[in-house]
């Protein structure tokens, strides 16, 4: 097999990024926008030792899950990756992936609930983040085509609220108008680098943030000024990022026209939202995962509870009105402040975050004593830290409740928790990000 051969293809399967999986004279073949049952010929674009990656040049046979996608760039860019798939056998691909990894460790006991659909399916995202580019002379906003930074110029990005989008593309056209220049990567010039937006779907604030190579610009009164006029914009802020990466944001924020915030609910529970604080994506899922996690926990009046990797407060002040107590940490400062501060908006007087990393406190809390009932952890995607673990464990929690962005590390960690004396028997599956192949998933582990 070699590059540029069109070779007939079998897809059986799904990778857990959703590409379509083959098997050809003994490699695995990866194709973009394939699904299981589906006959292809298709166009092999790179060969490696074991594998190769290839794209559809004709269908022979289609897959009756297929469905009818708008724009082929959400697929192709992996905005939606799964938007070609319907939805319910989304949902079921989703809990096939939890299953596959218990199997792989050896659990194949545990319990896999079925994967918690998602009240919106498309516009659900509360926040938007989009490069912006130079393209044929023109400032573009779009998204990057997989495994490259070539922009694919966008209008409607589909998983984001309608609302973003429309604001979007509002301030894409002062920036035009304007004349600001975009971002150029390759000579680390241009002001604009990505547009981040983001909007409360209880109170409708819109908050704007540009992200800019320099701190100021000739037309920056005059496009903050515009913005500022967007109907639902509450918040103008710049991000300044003056360094040569692929992160989005820097370190810096400026307020540029009103509040350096904007409010959004949980249940009945109020969160302030500053530019650089973590809030789940799924404005109208999060309330059910949470809902899912606490019932699981099955809180007591007099329990001490801990709320690690806490972000702005969000899972332990959704559970202070039913314990004694909940303690947090936190990595990023102005998370935490957030999260104190949100304790305050709403009367909540049991709880407090302290600011570091959850490897780091959880041991000192261990050293000082303390002893907890109940411990919440939803950590980044490489998951928890063999020193978290063993620190949790000494804290002597009856219940451990695991809420993951990545069903593998998760897997992984529940496996610690296992040999330190915890069991568990279920992991369910949360569709936190429908159209994509990413997957939320909760447990609870209990003392042995």
Known sequence: M???????LEITDLSYEGMGVAHHEGLTVFVNNALPG?????????????????????MVKESPDRMKVGLRQWVQTGLASLAHLNYDKQLEFKRQQVVNLLQKAHMDDVEVGQTLASPEEVGYRNKGQVPVRNVNGQLEIGFFRRHSHDLMPLTNFFTTDPEIDRTLLAVRDILRKNQVPAYDERNHKGEVRYLDVRRSKATGEIMVILVTLHKEFPQLAKVTEEISKIDGVTSVVL??????????????????????????????????ISPQSFFQINSLQTPRLYQLAIDKAELKPDDVVIDAYSGIGTIGLSVAKHVKEVRGM?????????????ATLNGIDNAHYVVGKAENIMPKWAADGLK?????????????????IEAAVKT?????????????????DLEQFKDAGYSFDRIDPVDMFPQTPHVEAVSVLKKK
Request: one cysteine or more; hydrophobic letters at 35%.
């Open 330 to 342: 936190e990595i990023v400062k102005p998370a935490v402040e957030d999260a104190n501060n949100n």
């Open 239 to 272: 991000n300044h990022n003056p360094q040569k990466t692929n992160v989005i944001l820097g370190k810096k924020d400026y307020l540029l026209s009103g509040k350096d915030y904007i409010v959004d609910k949980i249940g009945d529970v109020e969160f302030k």
């Open 372 to 388: 907890t009932d109940v411990i919440f952890v939803d950590p980044p995607r490489k998951g928890l830290t063999p020193e978290f």
């Open 396 to 412: 002597g929690p009856e219940k451990i409740v695991y809420i993951s962005c990545n069903p593998a590390t998760m897997v992984r």
């Open 2 to 8: 070699q590059k540029n051969e069109i070779v007939e």
């Open 38 to 58: 589906e006959v292809v010929k298709a166009k092999i674009l790179k060969v490696k030792k074991n594998f190769a990656f290839a794209k559809i040049e004709e």
